[in-house]
């Protein structure tokens, strides 16, 4: 075999081990349990708005655009 083929064919391997090492990470119960619960909290939090539709930053405490998404000092989700 020339160094080509055996480079292809190793890099071929070395792709099929990480494509193994990924789909097992993937099926970890304890990992999905943990997103989906940290999803449910974050669909369920009420978010209070006044009037105007303005929502305070968390993290910086600047008032902002509800329609924005995320704030325009710090750049932190509403």
């Not at 990992?31 to 939090?45: K, S, V």
């Not at 006044?50 to 932190?76: F, M, V």
Request: proline share 1%; net charge positive; charged share 25%.
């Amino acid at each position: 075999m020339t160094d080509a083929t055996l480079l292809i064919v190793g890099i071929a391997m070395f792709g099929a081990l990480l494509f193994l090492a990924g789909s097992v990470a993937r099926d970890d119960p304890r990992m999905r349990a943990r997103w989906d619960a940290n999803f449910e909290g974050e669909a369920r939090e009420l978010r209070r708005t006044d009037a105007t539709g303005a929502l305070r930053c968390r993290r910086c405490g600047a008032s902002g655009n509800e329609r924005a998404g995320a704030c325009a000092r710090c750049g932190a989700a509403l």
